[in-house]
């Protein structure tokens, strides 16, 4: 065995017995600092171990050249499976070129022992240049530190090259900083408050704690021209909430490499149960720790370090471009008697007038009417008078009519984000406070509770000035409203009751809201407003389960509604509710039916004839049809005979036209097919002769390619020929990436209906591969029947566990039972599918026994997954 082998076998079973030894005591005591600081010790030991074996047999040499620690290795903070950043300093070229092959041995070395080591080689001369495409190195030398070899070659990099380089690009530093900030909270929505957050990236995790201190070094240094003192780098008040919230993040981190086996900084809901039940950076907590609670323990800690990250982007003049400076001095303008403005943040003209609570509202109403920030010592001066502000808060008529002000503001979110964070929000409104950072797992909404409502708002308000056609309609229908700032309020309270153990939330949220509402003191007729919004915000969004073309759906909607401006203010809160879910949750296909419903609803009450929705477009299709006529005749009167009159409202006259140009050349091909690329979704559009299991099969195939299936259409005529169309999204890009898999998939498609592809055997290939997939979600089946909201058809609704070929197994069990699948809409909801189906059994509704029936097999076929 030769030396090197017995090094690395020696150091390879000291690395593995003393990380298990470094984790057994983190498991013990749950102390993540001191585990950081175990593991770095180590790795130096190691790093020790072989630059003495292959580098120099002195720790202090040879001369001209250094081993660096850098970024987190640099702090001392190496967690369980992070990086092992190195830099291998030199003199000069001379020194890189004599030890290039023991570097090359070192590194591999510690490769071999499957540490993720990082390695840059540089000379002093290379340090001092600024890359702009290498930021991050630059960034990474003001964590240096020195490990081993020429200490004086250090020193010249740590005393001399790096404060004189710093001094130099300290603009170009913070702006890069501000840049790579600003794109990385973009990427997580801007926000704190996600459900599992990634606790090092994400606003709030490690890196802002680390910007925050780069940010102070930098502007120090800039200053100093030499290194300040680390302990008074940041101020007091800064680090006596820096110290818990670094020390939580810390032992968090830790846990999560553990628990995972890699450098996985996922808080998902799993890792938070355990966290919890392990009390994981709250060892101090007594009793049992509910998920729900540890988790307000760290966004109370990233909260802080997220806002005191940002105030710091905004009060180091270097890190705003130079548009980004004229626009504040702009703003600068916007100062008055109470406040002045400098760089976008908002000063008090006169502090000790805080004290009177109209000051302070209005003080928010600013900031929401302009969208600035409010500085730090303006922060500071409200939370010094929240306790005498507590013992006699403004309530009632004073308090609402402040309240309602701040709501219509353009930035009124960000206000009330601030008003929360400072813990006024919940002063004024205490009832806020049982959804303050409120995890509700439904792997739907991607935010918190009270940041669902803020989003919500934020939604309404930049509606009018999007780019998008959609939320400008939205946004019209707001500038129309009388009273919208009922609206506003009833977005901010809609969802209280997410904070109580009761099961339906909705009767829960008007029992809360409306002890609110006795607080504010609002107008009867207001009250009752609110409390209608409160109490109906899921109507909607429950009736675009049914068939919105269904005149009884839109006159038993109507009776719901009872005013035109009562669903205006229902049809903007079911789309701001929507939108605030998740980025991708108001699609296309949504706001559109949200849209029609709206309009549907607003006709029957207010008697018109529906411009954009009904008649007219019913009228155009059919003038545009009859403009055809000559051409078609007799043939396009035979294809529209027996369709029901819900397929002239859902195609457009040329659509219509293509269809029945299909179904004229199922003599050549009795499978007709036309594939198209939409923006957001494929469309799959089948005509055909109608037979059993049709509707199942196409589901099953799609299901089979690995499609998601979206929403459907299923019309069939007299003649029996069918017009089913699928709206699908191609879960793992096959279509997208892969052309000639278009031709092949409408292959697959007629083949499978013309029996020459075996079905279950594609379906099993797909099966296979997705087994073992693990649902975060639990979702309980739910079968409901209705044979009142149609007078031709019942309508069954399933609830239940999203999962690939769901759709096919569903229908499949209705072709079974020789039931005909007459409307289908199809909505997901995170991992809970939401099925609505309008069936038909011999032309007839389905009998009591029949529905029995198919409950029964329905129920079997989707349980014990």
């Known amino acids: 065995m030769t030396t090197a082998t017995s090094i690395g076998s020696e150091l390879r ?69 992070s990086d092992i950043d190195l830099l291998f300093l030199h003199a000069d070229a001379k020194s890189e070129l004599a030890y290039k092959d023991a570097i090359r041995r070192f590194s591999q070395e510690l490769w071999d022992l499957r540490l993720k080591l990082g390695p840059a080689t540089r000379t002093l001369a290379e340090c001092d240049k600024f890359d702009t495409s290498n930021v991050e190195f630059t960034i990474s030398l003001l964590d240096c530190r020195y490990l081993m070899g020429d200490r004086d070659l250090f020193h010249k990099l ?44 994400a606003p709030g995790g490690m890196r802002d704690y680390n910007i925050a201190c780069w940010l102070a070094l930098i502007s120090a240094m800039d200053k100093l021209n030499a290194w300040p003192d680390p302990n008074t780098l940041l101020p007091v008040s800064v680090r ?105 943040l908002i000063f008090l003209q006169q502090p000790a007038a805080l004290q009177d609570p109209q000051l302070l509202l209005r003080l928010f109403d600013f900031m929401a009417h302009h969208g600035l920030k409010l500085s730090t010592t303006t922060e500071y001066r409200v939370e010094q008078v929240l ?68 989003l919500a708002i934020e939604s309404l308000h930049k509606a009018r000035l999007s780019q998008s056609e959609w939320d400008r309609r939205y946004g019209q229908i707001l500038e129309e409203l009388e009273r919208p700032e ?128 009904h008649t007219d477009v019913d009228n155009e299709n059919l003038t545009r049809l009859q403009t055809f006529a000559p051409l078609a005749g007799k043939r396009l009167k035979n294809f529209l005979e027996g369709l029901p009159t819900r397929y002239l409202r859902a195609y457009p006259a040329e659509i219509i036209l293509q269809h029945l140009e299909m179904a004229e050349h199922l003599e050549d091909d009795p499978v007709q097919l036309d594939l198209k690329r939409g923006r957001h979704w494929y469309e799959l559009t089948l005509v055909t002769r109608d037979k059993p299991f049709l509707f199942a099969t196409i ?65 099993q290939d797909r099966m296979r591969s997705e087994k073992g997939t693990i649902a975060k979600v639990k979702v309980t089946t739910q079968i409901e029947f209705d044979d009142q909201c149609s007078a031709t058809s019942t309508l069954i609704q399933i609830i239940a566990q999203d999962r690939p070929g769901l759709l096919h197994r569903v229908s499949s069990r209705f072709s079974h039972h020789k039931c005909n699948i007459e409307i289908a809409i199809i909505d997901t909801e995170g991992q809970m599918a939401i099925d609505v189906f309008y069936l038909t059994s011999g032309g007839a509704k389905l009998t009591p026994e029949q529905q029995k029936e198919l409950r029964s097999e329905l129920l079997e076929e989707l349980s014990g997954e």
Not at 47 to 71: H, M, N, Q, S, Y
Not at 168 to 184: D, F, G, I, K, P
Not at 491 to 501: A, M, S, W
Request: with cysteine.
């Open 13 to 81: 079973d000291l690395y593995t017995e003393e990380s298990a030894r470094i984790q057994k005591e983190f498991e013990a005591t749950g102390n993540g600092p001191a585990a950081l600081a175990q593991r770095t010790v180590l790795v130096e030991s190691i790093a020790l171990r072989l630059w003495k074996e292959i580098i120099a047999p002195e720790e202090t040499g040879p001369k001209d050249f250094a081993l660096v620690a850098l970024g987190g290795f640099g702090r001392g903070w190496l967690f369980p499976h």
């Open 158 to 201: 740590h005393d001399k090259v790096i404060p004189k380089l710093v001094m130099r690009e300290s603009q170009s530093l913070v702006q890069s900083l501000a840049e790579v900030t600003h794109n990385r909270h973009a990427k997580y929505g801007n926000t704190v408050f996600h459900l599992e957050p990634n606790i090092k990236e």
């Open 387 to 454: 306790p005498s502000l507590a013992a006699t808060p403004p309530k009632g008529a004073e308090l609402w009519l402040y309240l309602q002000v701040i709501l219509m503001e353009p930035h009124a979110a960000d206000a009330l984000r601030a008003m929360h964070s400072l813990h006024l929000l919940t002063l004024l409104l205490p009832e806020f406070k049982i959804i303050d950072s409120l995890v509700v797992r439904d792997f739907y909404h991607r935010f918190t509770v009270d940041e669902h409502s803020f």
């Open 486 to 613: 009922l609206l506003y309020l009833a977005l901010l309270l809609h969802d209280l009751g997410k904070g109580t153990p009761a099961e339906n939330h909705v009767t829960a949220s008007l029992e809360i809201a409306g002890s609110c509402l006795d607080r504010l003191d609002l107008e009867p007729a207001d009250r009752e407003t609110v409390l209608f919004l409160i109490g109906s915000h899921l109507d909607m969004s429950a009736t675009l389960r049914r068939d919105i073309f269904d005149p009884e759906t839109i006159r038993g909607f109507s009776e719901k509604m009872g005013t035109p401006e009562r669903l205006k203010m229902l049809c903007l809160l079911t789309y701001a509710d929507i939108k605030a879910v998740n980025p991708e949750a108001l699609t296309p296909w949504k706001a559109e039916n949200v849209w029609q419903l709206y309009i549907g609803t607003s006709n029957y009450l207010s008697h018109h004839v529906d411009q954009r929705l």
């Open 240 to 344: 006596r909430k820096f110290e818990p919230a670094l020390d939580f993040l810390m032992s968090v981190r830790c846990f999560l490499h553990f628990r995972h086996g890699r450098d996985d900084n996922t808080l998902s809901w799993e890792a938070q149960d355990e966290a919890a039940a392990r009390k994981i950076g709250a060892q101090e907590s007594a009793g049992v720790l509910k998920a729900a609670d540890w988790m307000r323990i760290y966004f109370g800690h990233a909260r802080a370090i997220h806002r005191t990250s940002m105030q710091l982007l905004e009060e180091v003049p270097a890190a705003r471009s130079s548009l980004y400076k004229q626009f504040q001095n702009w703003r600068s303008r916007l100062s008055n008697t109470d406040f002045s403005v400098v760089d976008g």
């Open 699 to 763: 589901a099953g195939i799609l299901a089979a390619w690995g499609m998601n299936i979206v929403k459907s259409n299923a019309f069939s005529n007299a003649a029996g020929t069918v017009v089913d169309t699928f709206y699908f999204t191609d879960r793992f890009r096959t279509l997208e990436l892969n052309l000639p898999e278009w031709e092949r998939f409408k292959r697959s498609v007629s083949d499978v209906l013309l029996g020459r592809a075996n079905l279950e055997r594609m379906l």
